[in-house]
């Protein structure tokens, strides 16, 4: 399996446009999660699902940000409309349940100019 | 709620020094355990992980950690640390009723002076 694949790996974009984020999760896992990194506020959880169902969005920063997950081997987290202070890196990252280590993707690195 | 609190923000050490990262969590029931490491530049990797047996965990690249239950405390070692161990260190752990979630520390960044 070639692991989480994430795309773009960089976005550089103006204030106010969409940005939408990529992410492949490993074939057969069910757990996907959202993270954003920052100097500031390190890695902070946004959002995962389970079976493609969100379980707990209450990371997601602002209305601005909404993640889906239509099938199993996909799900995008969209920002509508950017803001500079959303540059970060995001990572996206897949587990099975309980006792397994999360695996992550490159992840995207998001500069809002 | 399962919380997981990093001690150290930033460690400082030479070549060859001794390293051992603080992690404590808090929740009562059954958890498994993990450390990951985030070199410069690029996406966390599993370093080590819990989930029974000897508490003494060896992983990759000579780091090792110790689960003490009775201190909810997963501290991460290394006898000598090198150059290239120059990251960033997360704690994390799963558990519970949600089993699914892994909850990360803040992070611990260390930088190796050669």
């Known amino acids: 399996d070639a692991g989480v694949i994430q795309s773009p790996r960089h976005e550089v974009t103006e204030m106010g446009q969409e940005v939408t984020l990529r992410c492949k999760p490993i074939s057969g896992h069910d757990y996907l999660f959202w993270y954003r990194q920052t100097m500031m506020r390190g890695l902070e959880l946004l959002i995962y699902?389970?079976?493609?169902?969100?379980?707990?969005d209450s990371g997601m920063p602002e209305d601005r940000f909404s993640a889906k997950m239509p099938n199993a081997s996909f799900s995008t987290l969209k920002i509508q409309p950017s803001e500079p202070r959303d540059s970060a890196v995001y990572f996206c990252?897949?587990?099975?349940?309980?006792?397994?280590?999360?695996?992550f993707g490159q992840g995207t690195r998001l500069t809002v100019v | 709620a399962q919380s997981v609190s990093q001690h150290n923000h930033h460690v400082i050490l030479s070549e060859a020094a001794s390293l051992e990262l603080g992690c404590n969590y808090s929740y009562g029931g059954t958890v498994n355990l993990f450390w990951y490491v985030q070199y410069p530049g690029q996406h966390l990797q599993l370093l080590l992980k819990y989930f029974s047996g000897d508490p003494l965990v060896k992983g990759i690249k000579g780091f090792e950690a110790e689960f003490i239950k009775s201190k909810f405390s997963f501290n991460l070692r290394k006898p000598s640390v090198q150059w290239s161990d120059t990251a960033e260190y997360f704690c994390a752990v799963k558990g519970g009723t949600n089993a699914g979630k892994s909850t990360f520390g803040d992070g611990t960044t260390l930088t190796v002076k050669p």
């Open positions: 990252a897949s587990s099975l349940p309980g006792q397994t280590q999360a695996f």
């Open positions: 699902f389970n079976n493609n169902v969100p379980i707990d």
